[in-house]
């Protein structure tokens, strides 16, 4: 079946370092999505990405989907402590997009 | 707007005892919903998803079984906890689709139930 790897599974930076976190699939994906869990807290939303080549910014976040819509990766500048947590992305699992198959994550830790 | 609700927040349960997991969405109708666990530090893994009332599909066999009663209520149970039963239970909802061309729709996750089970 279908498998999301992710990579790193944890990065520590020291706060103003810059972070990235890539995405790889098994099989061509029809878009991905990227969501954000803080400590504690449950997966958000950030982002969908549907285009090849596709590349979108969140003021310091910077996503970016493969040319061969197999990969994708999550690049933060100037990292800060508000963007410690869990990074996943996640493409669809059916062909019918009512399914989800995510990545196990990118673990991102920021010393202050 | 749209709101899913879980409750408990947290949970400690003794080895044996029964489970019931409530979520509930408010604001959308005909949703889909769907049930993940996730291990400390770990990832997200898929339990149950389901597109309609009474229509529940399993991805891993388990001790564990879910129900969809009415449209926007989604209940996770156990008979018989087991102590790998411990986790991060997380409730999700997404725009049914029909028909659709592969392009997976945005999941909105609930705030999640930690089990823990002693």
């Known amino acids: 079946g279908q498998q999301v790897m992710q990579i790193p599974q944890y990065q520590h930076v020291q706060e103003g370092e810059d972070f990235t976190t890539y995405c790889n699939s098994s099989t061509t994906l029809s878009n991905i999505q990227w969501y954000k869990q803080r400590p504690g807290g449950h997966p958000v939303f950030l982002i969908q990405l549907v285009k090849s080549g596709e590349v979108k910014k969140q003021k310091r976040l910077t996503f970016q989907f493969g040319e061969a819509k197999k990969n994708s990766s999550l690049h933060i500048t100037a990292t800060q402590t508000t963007d410690v947590g869990t990074y996943f992305c996640?493409?669809?699992?059916?062909?019918?997009?009512?399914?989800?198959?995510f990545g196990g994550g990118t673990r991102l830790m920021v010393k202050p | 707007s749209q709101t899913i609700h879980q409750w408990p927040a947290t949970l400690v349960q003794p080895v044996g005892s029964p489970l019931s997991l409530e979520c509930t969405v408010e604001g959308t109708s005909n949703p889909n919903l769907y049930w993940y666990r996730q291990a400390a530090g770990r990832g997200l893994q898929l339990l149950f998803y389901?597109?309609?009332?009474?229509?529940i599909s399993s991805e891993v066999p388990q001790n564990l079984s879910a129900s969809r009663p009415q449209d926007r209520q989604f209940i996770l149970s156990s008979k018989k906890l087991l102590l790998s039963d411990s986790g991060f239970y997380l409730c999700?909802?997404?725009?049914?689709?029909?028909?659709?061309?592969?392009?997976?729709?945005?999941?909105?996750f609930g705030p999640g139930t930690r089990l823990t089970v002693l």
């Open positions: 996640a493409g669809p699992r059916d062909n019918a997009g009512n399914m989800l198959t």
């Open positions: 389901s597109v309609g009332i009474g229509q």
């Open positions: 999700a909802w997404s725009v049914a689709r029909v028909g659709g061309r592969g392009v997976a729709d945005t999941q909105y």
